[in-house]
Nanobody, 121 residues
């Protein structure tokens, strides 16, 4: 079994910063792409940022220049540094990872349980 656990969410004022972490654990052979998505109330889940195993990144236009995704492959962990936060960034943030488990030739996408980020004064 593979488990993804997010941490670091909370309440922050506009213009503030937060750092989210997501650690993968279990019978992991390798991890490909890791990413962050978010879902605001009444809206569909949307991509925030993704990062490949070699460190290539891609961001949603709405967060470019404010958010930075990174990963520590030795720790099977992905991070999201969020700066200059805006009220419209308020959402539940989910991480995911494309994982190849020990003994399996296939890669599956796993999701974390989500962490709430609220940007409000």
């Amino acid at each position: 079994q593979v488990r993804l656990v997010e941490s670091g969410g909370g309440l922050v004022q506009p213009g503030g910063s937060l750092r989210l972490s997501c650690a993968a654990s279990g019978s992991i052979f390798s991890i490909g792409v890791m990413g962050w998505y978010r879902q605001a109330p009444g809206k569909q889940r949307e991509l925030v940022a993704i990062i490949t195993s070699s460190g290539n990144t891609n961001y949603a236009d709405s967060v470019k220049g404010r958010f930075t995704i990174s990963r520590d492959n030795a720790k099977n962990t992905v991070y999201l540094q969020m700066n200059s936060l805006k009220p419209e960034d308020t959402a539940v943030y989910f991480c995911n990872a494309d994982v190849k488990r020990d003994g399996s030739p296939f890669q599956y996408r796993y999701w974390g349980q989500g962490t709430q980020v609220t940007v409000s004064s």
